[in-house]
């Protein structure tokens, strides 16, 4: 495969009506992108050709939301990790492994892993240093604790060979690798792949995926853009500018996974047009890998 780069003729444009507090996690399935916004505690179905949108109210601050293969979603938020009809609206606590911590302590991001295993991690909301922790979901509802003394939980992929697990803790500014076995989800010790301070960025790393290349796109909070790193050189590859500074997620998406969608987020301290809008950059030249669904 010939690896491809950013074409310059690529544009970027607001999808949608919705202005999220903190629009984070999307993950595109089934002709639709899915979404949603943590602090305006809900869960979003946008269809990208229309943009006409589905809104439910979760009562609760949700993260990630992944779709489940025997139907419905999978979700963790603040009560943990939850089954979600969509249809009947009806939640589920499946798992709650920090209910003693709350709520200085809650779910944030999470992703399938190519197994359909779900993996999702916590944040200490006091930022607490190493209080809070990664876990996964196997297919039968067990969850196990797979790295600990995490402060932030963020970005998490899968390389293309399916033999690398890509993590990010925010605060540590650097993207963690892990050898990984698909078929049994056992990790390996970790080494740095990618070391923000050596690259200047503004921002911090924040939600995270691969495109076809095997090249990581990271969203950078606080830092308005999305980068593209190259984990094997530990390089910055190309650098996407955004209309406002809180960049927190990105995905592929569309028919042909060559579309990037973005979420954003409200700065506490300015008002910036398009802020908490979703965002998509066509004509990159780059293609996505689809998004995995919880098997269990």
Known sequence: MKEQGIKSSFSISPLGS????WGEGPIFWNSHLFYVDIEGHSLIRLNIENESEMIWEMEERIATVVPRES??????????????????????????????????????DGKCDPAGRFWAGTISTIKKTG??????MDLEGNLTLKVSGVTNSNGICW???????????TPTKKI??????????????PRVAVDFDSLLLDG????????????????????????????KEGSLVQKIDFPC????????????????????????SFKESNAGR???????????????????
């Open 18 to 21: 919705r202005i999220s507090q």
């Open 159 to 169: 390389n293309t060979e399916e033999t690398v697990m890509y993590y990010i803790d």
């Open 176 to 189: 963690m690798a892990y050898e990984y076995d698909n078929q049994t989800g056992n990790i390996g010790e």
């Open 245 to 268: 500074v809180e960049t927190t997620a990105c995905a592929f998406g569309g028919t042909g996974l060559d579309r990037l969608f973005v979420t954003t987020g409200l700065h506490k």
């Open 71 to 108: 139907g419905g979603m999978l979700c963790a938020g603040d009560s943990g990790i939850f089954s979600f009809n969509p249809s009947g609206e009806e939640k589920k606590v499946m798992a709650d492994p920090e209910a003693d911590k709350r709520p200085d302590n809650r779910f944030n």
């Open 278 to 296: 979703i965002f998509v950059v066509d004509g990159l030249g780059i293609k996505g890998v689809p998004a995995f669904s919880y098997r269990g």
């Open 204 to 231: 911090s790393p924040d939600g995270m995926t691969v495109d076809e290349d095997g090249k990581l796109w990271v969203a950078m909070c606080h830092g308005g853009s999305v980068v593209r790193l190259d984990p």
């Open 131 to 136: 209080d809070a922790n990664l876990y996964m």
